[in-house]
């Protein structure tokens, strides 16, 4: 019910990778959002600055082209690295350069590197990426996901919160209003699903950094030539 910015996010993370190494073991980050993972790959100094309530209700009154002429004008750098395609993204970085009278991107500094990092990405022919999706989705029904939602709004955590706008929340809202038949709002998850995935492999093809890997049997040679440098 509250809402979990990446400025904290980093905190808690490097606060947990120390815990493991202090147990002298190797800290795995896995996971698809590609900001949150960069935020600590490239040592970014996010801006501390709290959300203003009424400024994102203003702001999430506009239209995302309207909201993208906005920061265009406030800080046209943000428009490189931001998802332009999160409307959330693009209203945290307004809300930063509003509050603070400063470009987002000057605030959003990279540090030296702090930790010796390799980084693994897989590669999935796209059709198959999809069934698995689709068969997610699936199986998440079938477990449960539409009782979950149905419960979370029982008890009151509304749509408006960035928890319940995240894929496999935000689609169901339809249904729970009785609008929309459940197998829309399935087909309308796997599609959204499909999105988010096209997006972030554009977000992950950019960092060269990233090796990419077809067979369990390459991630571990891979892994093992990296703990021998160290």
């Not at 400025?7 to 120390?18: G, M, N, P, V, Y």
């Not at 000057?106 to 689709?134: H, M, N, S, V, W």
């Not at 079938?142 to 929340?169: A, C, F, N, T």
């Not at 995935?197 to 892994?223: C, G, H, P, S």
């Amino acid at each position: 019910g509250r809402p979990f910015t990446l400025s904290q996010f980093r905190e808690e993370a490097l606060t947990h990778i120390a815990l493991v190494q202090s147990r002298e073991q190797i800290p795995i980050l896995v996971g698809g959002t590609g900001l949150y993972i960069s935020s600590l790959v490239d040592n970014f100094r996010i801006p501390q600055v709290p959300p203003n309530k009424k400024l994102r209700k203003s702001l999430e009154e506009k239209t995302t082209p309207e909201l993208l002429r906005l920061l265009k004008q406030l800080d046209p750098e943000a428009l490189k690295f931001i998802d332009v395609k999160n409307t959330r993204r693009v209203i945290r970085a307004l809300e930063v350069c509003m509050l603070t009278n400063e470009s987002f991107t000057t605030q959003r500094k990279k540090d030296d590197p702090i930790f010796d990092i390799l980084q693994i990405g897989i590669a999935i022919p796209r059709e198959i990426l999809y069934k698995r999706i689709d068969e997610r989705v699936d199986e998440m029904v079938e477990r449960g996901l539409v009782h979950e939602v149905d419960l979370l709004i029982k008890q009151r955590y509304g749509w408006d919160l960035p928890s319940m706008s995240g894929i496999g929340y935000r689609q169901f809202r339809a249904y729970i209003e009785e609008k929309v038949p459940l197998e829309t709002i399935i087909t309308h998850l796997k599609q959204d699903t499909h999105r988010f995935a096209r997006r972030q492999m554009t977000w992950f093809r950019r960092d060269k950094r990233i090796q990419w890997v077809e067979r369990y049997e390459d991630a571990e040679n891979l892994i093992k030539e990296f703990l021998l440098k160290k």
